[in-house]
Nanobody
Framework: QLQLVESGGGLVQPGGSLRLSCAAS????????IGWFRQAPGKEREGVLCISPTGGTTTYANSDKGRFTISRDNRKNRVDLQMNSLKPEDTAVYYC????????????????WGQGTQVTVSP
């Protein structure tokens, strides 16, 4: 059973950076696409970025283009989300999720989810 655990969230000032990590256990990540999603209070969960098993990336939130990047290290069974130039509207709980064989913008198509990590962007 694949299990995912997010880490790296916290409180950061506008313009700051955070690096979130999604650590997997129980099964190699090699065959999974990993998506990062976020959910702000009162809003639906939305896709942020996804990385395919072969390393191809897809950005789902136009507002994040150029600010967020995703990377994977299959040897460490980990996927990271680097977030720069953070804005207050980036405040949300961030989740990583896995699906096979490829990426999707739809949360309901993902089979495995982490518990989430809170990101708060505030002065």
């Amino acid at each position: 059973q694949l299990q995912l655990v997010e880490s790296g969230g916290g409180l950061v000032q506008p313009g700051g950076s955070l690096r979130l990590s999604c650590a997997a256990s129980g099964f190699p990540l090699d065959y999974y696409a990993i998506g990062w999603f976020r959910q702000a209070p009162g809003k639906e969960r939305e896709g942020v970025l996804c990385i395919s098993p072969t390393g191809g990336t897809t950005t789902y939130a136009n507002s994040d283009k150029g600010r967020f990047t995703i990377s994977r290290d299959n040897r460490k069974n980990r996927v990271d989300l680097q977030m720069n130039s953070l804005k207050p509207e980036d405040t949300a709980v961030y989740y990583c999720a896995a699906r096979s064989p490829g990426c999707s913008a739809y949360p309901e198509w993902y089979d495995n989810w982490g518990q989430g990590t809170q990101v708060t962007v505030s002065p």
